[in-house]
């Protein structure tokens, strides 16, 4: 069964203070992990698509990764802004499903 | 801009009343999808359409229906609101990434309470 396990639930951060956020996966054929930003009371905001492992994506103070089992979400030097539920979710080979995660709740404090 | 719109953003309903939930998107996208999601908790595939006329039940099992009759449209409705239905109802439309996968794009969601 494809499933999707983020960690931490919730990471409270300093502005300044680099971290990662973890998603594991288990996936029949992956085609694609995606990570998605969302505000409290808004949608998901489209970030990242990763397609295989070794790949690595970054915008502004965010960068992803992918290995076969998981994915990072590295946060460098984050400032308030950057508080949100960062959601993972993988799309199998066979179908145009997405399988969330979660997410992990993100605040950075000034 | 092309994006993708709900309404209303907030609704409070009684129970037993008929509800629309209305998404449009202006990005011409063929498949669209509707999410139901509880706090904390992980996005769930209730129903989702592949073009005009075409709809289909997602993963979660819902009492609510859907009908795809233009392309930009894709109204959720349920015939009888009831407390458990009380959630927020997200909308999205995808289109094929060059990587073969389909990117999927959010609107900004439909909070539901139903007392």
């Known amino acids: 069964e494809d499933q999707v396990t983020q960690s931490p639930e919730a990471l409270r951060l300093q502005e300044g203070e680099s971290s990662s956020l973890n998603c594991s996966y288990t996936v029949s054929g992956l085609r694609g992990l995606f990570w998605y930003r969302q505000d409290p009371g808004k949608g998901p905001e489209f970030l990242f698509t990763l397609y295989s492992a070794g790949e690595e994506k970054e915008k502004e103070r965010l960068k992803a990764t992918l290995t076969k089992k998981e994915s990072f979400l590295h946060i460098t030097a984050p400032k308030p802004e950057d508080s949100a539920t960062y959601l993972c979710a993988v799309q199998a080979w066979n179908t145009d499903k997405l399988i969330f995660g979660t997410g992990t709740r993100l605040q950075v404090f000034p | 801009e092309a994006d993708i719109y709900q309404t209303p953003r907030y609704l409070v309903i009684g129970t037993g009343k008929k509800i629309t939930l209305e998404c449009s998107q202006t990005m011409g996208h063929d498949k669209m999808y509707w999410y139901q999601q509880d706090p904390g908790m992980e996005l769930h595939l209730i129903h989702y359409?592949?073009?005009?006329?075409?709809?289909e039940k997602g993963d979660l099992s819902s009492e609510s229906t859907v009908s795809r009759i233009r392309t930009e449209h894709f109204p959720l409705t349920l015939e009888s609101a009831r407390p458990s239905h009380t959630s927020q109802y997200l909308c999205?439309?995808?289109?094929?990434?060059?990587?073969?996968?389909?990117?999927?794009?959010f609107g900004p969601g439909t909070r539901l309470t139903v007392l």
């Open positions: 999205a439309s995808s289109v094929m990434s060059g990587g073969g996968t389909d990117t999927q794009y």
């Open positions: 359409s592949y073009g005009v006329n075409s709809t």
